[in-house]
């Protein structure tokens, strides 16, 4: 939002849903963001007569104000189907999707069927548009993710490089940021971590956790027997990715940030039962965002039944030492930053958003 009003030759009046941030960009949202924020099959079956409602309330409202272009993001069952409605009432609204769907993991035929009511799609993955294109998806291109421009809060100072260094160790664990995850996954990484400190020596357990599920981790890690330092805040997080030698993680768009901090990985997850038919449906080599960025096994994960504690201690243990496990993932790393970064050195709200102003005059393609 930013980066489009320094770009944009009038001024911009913003209008949609959003959150607190993008409201103290001036955004007037439709209604609360929370409304639709929604995952897993049992809770969006719990909501649907609420999400169905705000579907068509968000492309009624596009429609009344006819806007000089329409930008979704993200959360494409929602928003996909607000622009398949703005669509067919008013073609003539330029639409660009913020964030592709994971069309190259599933339900490829997203692809195709997104050309119908999309003009173009910004990618925050390197690989995306050669996925699209090969799928017969819309004009797709890759406008860099968002954490390439928070790489020096990402990157440690001289205290922290060496905080790196000594002894004991920092050990990050994140057991993720939703309820089901750390349900799923607290026990079996407070498990991992005794074993890696029996095998290593001490270490020093760092968890960042949101603010809203902090009472349930404090509650869930009182049960391990080496006890963590629970930090919150963004800041907090930040500053223990700096200083931390090695991480556990559930899967998830953190392991990119950690990649890109330069800490040493493992990462796990676990899904309800119900959901083990998605390894059918799934069609990539691996669910770590770096691994797929790379093309290359480099973080070590482990899903549901591989994921346990003696598996993922004999994975990271080494990790806390030098060694070639460190070395392969710290240069793989370094290779991953240079794949990320933009060509041109510009950042990705301006490649974004000057993608978004070009589309506002650009010829649809058929």
Known sequence: ???LRARSPRPIVFSGIGGDRMEAEGLRSLFPLADIAVMGFVPVIRRLPTLLRRIREAAAAVVADSPDALVIIDSPDF????AKLVRRQRPDIPIVDYVSPSVWAWRSGRAKAMRASMDHVLALLPFEPEAHRRLGGPLCSYVGHPLIERLDELRPNAAEA???????PVLLVLPGSRRSEIRRLTQDF???????AARVGPVELVLPAVDHLADEIRARTARWTLKPRIVLGEAAKLAAFRSA????AASGTVTVELALA???TVVAYKVAPFETWLKYVIKVPSIVLPNLILDALVVPEFIQHDCTPARLADAL??????GEARTRQLDAFARLEG???LADGETPSDRAAAIVLDTLTRPRQP
């Open 162 to 168: 060496e905080r790196r260094r000594a002894s004991p």
């Open 339 to 341: 794949l990320m970064r």
């Open 245 to 248: 030698r090695a991480a556990l």
């Open 317 to 322: 243990a080494p990790l806390l030492l030098d």
């Open 190 to 196: 407070g498990d991992a971590v005794a074993l890696v």
């Open 79 to 82: 928003t996909h189907r607000v």
């Open 262 to 264: 330069a800490v040493p």
């Open 1 to 3: 939002m930013r980066a």
